[in-house]
């Protein structure tokens, strides 16, 4: 195992560091427990968001803390969901006086600790609502959860609700959209490679250098099935075809497309399967309004990639494109 890190103990503070090094116009860290702020938190009479998961899948979600997304992040441990405290300390951080939306992938630990979290908050008079994406089709039960897996929708019910939150909506409003966005998002992923963590030093699975596997989790968890690997528009096929059929998804739908790579996959190789997957949308007749194209969800340095289809309504595309700025997101600002 080579990685660019001083201590497999120690991967997490020291990567916490560093970005509250390099981003401190936009962010603020507090350590024990640590907690991702955003600079200006709490904004008063604004919605807070925050969301959390196991370190791994950077930037998710620390990066996306800041104007138009989140207000504060979680980071557990690698693959580790973060503890009740970490999130209730979050919440009064960025309570700025409308309540507070926790935006929680449907994995058991962080749906547990966010339970726990929200009833504390609320015993502090804290108004609290609880969103959970679910949107990957590719199982329907996993080894980390009770029904399907959140994975892509994730940022997309970040940015959304989060513009929804600095335009000074309700909590109501913002949690109403922000479920409305994961009933209309449908996700599925695939690895050409496993990843490996810091404390393990060994591969999650084992995959033949010949071999793809189809709807793995973000985790490293079992997809649909393996099978030899083919050209990027087999891939394409094998993940669109089941994400279309899902929701369903019909002809004339106006879509947002993210083509999230899982660490390890460059730029041109996206580039490559956006491509396949914008012939196979207009197949569909699906017309693709924004994309979003890059590493966002990953998986440490496994190589491999997952598709997000997102059914556009006018307010969802109004908030998609309203201002964003994050130490891995910006536009408009």
Known sequence: ?????????????????????????????????????????????????????????????????????????????????????????????????????????????????????????????????????????????????????????????????????????????VAELATRVNANGRSMGMALTPCITPASGSPSFELGDDEVEIGIGIHGEPGRFREKIGPASQIAERLMTPIVEDLPFNSGDKVLVFMNGMGGTPLIELYVMYDEVAKIAQEHGLSIERNLIGNFITSLEMQGCSITLLKLDDEMTHYWDAPVHTPALRKGA
Not at 37 to 62: F, L, Y
Not at 105 to 129: C, H, P, Q, R, W
């Open 1 to 173: 195992m080579k990685k660019l890190i001083n201590a497999p103990d120690a991967v997490v503070a020291d990567s916490l560091r560093g970005m509250e090094a390099a981003h401190p116009d936009l962010i603020r860290v507090q350590y024990g427990p640590n907690i991702v702020i955003r600079k200006d938190a709490p904004v008063s009479g604004k919605v807070g968001i925050i969301s959390g998961g196991g370190s791994g899948h950077e930037p998710m979600h620390g990066g996306f803390v800041g104007m138009g997304m989140l207000d504060a992040a979680c980071p557990g441990e690698v693959f580790t969901s973060p503890t009740p405290d970490q999130m209730q300390e979050a919440t009064k951080a960025v309570d700025g006086g409308a309540g507070v939306l926790h935006i929680v992938k449907n994995y058991t630990g962080d749906v547990m600790n966010f339970d726990m979290a929200a009833e504390l908050a609320k015993s502090e008079d804290i108004e609290v609502e609880s969103v959970l994406t679910n949107d990957d089709v590719a199982v329907e039960d996993s080894l980390y959860t009770a029904g399907r897996r959140g994975v892509g929708v994730t940022v997309l019910v970040e940015k959304i609700a989060g513009g929804a939150a600095e335009d000074r909506k309700s909590l109501r409003e």
